[in-house]
Structures are given as C-alpha cells and as structure tokens.
C-alpha cells in the first residue's frame, strides 16, 4: 500500500530536493499540499507539483486527509506547533533543521512521538557524511584518545534571496546563521562524537547590518571539559563557501575541510597520531552532495519499522546548545547548563 504524504509549506528546497527523490518512489502517493498561497494559486501549484489537492489552511490537511507523512518545510518559528499537532493525527514527520528553537519543545514531542509509536526526522544530510560516520568510528574506537578539542567553521555568501525572505526575519527564522547553516556545523560535531553532555554556552556575533546575526561565534564547554568552538559566516564572497572541522584528541588529530571555489568543491581528510605521523589523506573533488540521504533513511523505517537514522532525538543536544547561545547572545552571559 502507497504511502500517503502532505507538505506543510513547499519552497525551493523542497522542490528542488525532497520532489524529485518523492515523485520517483513508487510506493509514495503525493497527496495534499498546504501552505500560504490564495486558493486558486495554491491550486494551480500543488497541480505543477504532482498534489492531488490543495489546502490553505494545514489543519484542515491534517484532519481531512488520511496521511502516513507530512513534510514540514515551513519558517523555523512554526515548526513546533505543526508538529505537534502532526502527531496529535498519528501521522510521521520529516521537517526540515532545526525540529524546533527550544530544547522544552523538543523534549515534549519527542515523548509524544514515542508514545504514539511514530517518526519525527530531522533533514540533517551531513550525518550521512563518509568522511564524518569514519571520524566517528575513530572516536568510538578510541584511536584518537580522549577528545579534548573540536572546532567547527561554516562560511557562505549572503544569497540573493536572503534579503525580504522569512530567514531575514529573527522572529521567523528564530535566529540567524547559527540556527540556520550553523545547525549543521554543529549537529555534525555531535554526531561525531556522540553521547555529550553540554556544561556551559557563550556565542557572540556580529549582525552585518540585518536583524539577526551574520557573523557569530559559539562556545560550548562539556562536562568532559573538551570545548567546542563554531565560527559561522553569512557573507563571504559569490561562489565561495567552506566547511572545516578540526578535532583534537589526546592520540591524534582530525581535519576534513569541504571548501567551495567557482563551482568546484574540494574534500581534504586528514588524520594524524599524537606523534606526527600521518595515518589517513584523501584529497579529492566532490562530484555530486547527497542531499537525499535522510529520505531514503526515513522511507526505509516506515517500511520496515525501524527507526530512522537523522532523528529528534538525536537532534536534543543541538537544539540545546542552540537555545542557549541565543539566551547567551541576548543576555552577554555565559549560559550553564550544568552547574
């Protein structure tokens, strides 16, 4: 029987990435979308985009339709609200990052998920990484010893569309780039090094002349004491982009940077031991990014009813982290977490 599946919003990305994976799955039925749009254009798009139907208003999608899944692609702000009801159906999610803004939220609905027995993934792509799950296998091997530093670093342009778009607006978007491409930085770190607990927060940042933060700065220091550092950047130059984690252990070293010139984007993974001596190098350009990997990931659970590898669950931490180094940017406090 054909999974049925709505969409709470429908943007660029989605329809650039979530349609085309969903429209060749045979064994999935686009049913219904929802969004902002007047009845008559909602119409018209959902019939380009291969919906059966249309809604302008999503709770009447969910009480309505009979759907196995919904697909949240809506302002970061919303997120909460659209999955708790989602689940309150009995109906699977997939959202776009990050699940939620506060880290009381995701803890709700991660115990309303459970309870109901259903799915809420998380499009975190970078967890499916081959340089990152290799990164972590070395971590839980213990070869790199005692993880004492990690250091993130995330740099884009500032894209045409930015400026006017929901992202621009803080009570939207819930923040700016640290939320946003931020998330991924830093829920990669986690994913790495798996089961953390966060001590204390500090993020500074430096607005760029929006309303939310262009150029921020993230500090998380574990009960470990290992201490997480996150640069993040909106602005860098047209056609430029780089993505560096550098991981620090008391038996080696870790660098694997992403970076982006004209087009061309360039993997480097390094791996030293404590006494300088290079164990792995791979050096090679990225043909294609697999930005699909957590649907055929979610697909897969649903059918065979196993969990799903880019959860809400294992997103907590992020989330955690996240919301206190907005309360930390408000207040120019270090946050604890842990006292």
Known sequence: MNLKIGFIGCGRWAQQTYLPFLKNNLSLELTALSGSSRAEDGEALASKLGFSRFYENWRKMLTAEKLD????????????????????????????????????QATELMKLANENKLIVSVHAQRRFYEEYKKVKALIESGD????????GDFGQQLF???????????????????????????????FMLGKVEPKAVIMLSNLGGFQSD??????????????????????????????????????????????????????????????????????????????????????SALNEEQNVD?????????VQILEAGYKSLKTSQLIQLVK
């Open 69 to 104: 899944l919904v697909f949240i692609t809506t302002p970061h702000s919303l997120h909460y609200d659209q999955i708790k009801e989602c689940l309150e159906n009995n109906i699977n999610i997939h959202v776009d990052k990050p699940p939620v803004l506060h880290f009381d």
């Open 310 to 318: 880019s959860s809400l669950e294992q997103s907590l931490t992020t």
């Open 144 to 151: 790199l010893g005692e993880i004492e530093f990690v250091q």
């Open 160 to 190: 045409d569309d930015f400026r006017g778009s929901w992202r621009s607006n803080p009570e939207l978007s819930g923040g700016g780039i640290m939320i946003d491409s931020g998330y991924h930085i830093l829920d990669s770190i986690l």
């Open 214 to 299: 262009a150029f921020s700065t993230l500090c998380c220091q574990l009960t470990t004491d290992c201490v997480i550092t996150l640069n993040v950047i909106r602005g860098l130059p047209q056609n430029v982009a780089t993505e560096r984690v550098q991981i620090v252990g008391t038996k080696g070293w870790v660098l694997i940077s992403r970076d982006r010139r004209n087009g061309q984007t360039h993997l480097t993974f390094e791996v030293y031991d404590i006494d300088g001596n290079q164990t792995y190098f791979l050096s090679e350009e990225v043909i294609s990014v697999d930005r699909v990997a957590p649907l055929v990931s979610l697909i």
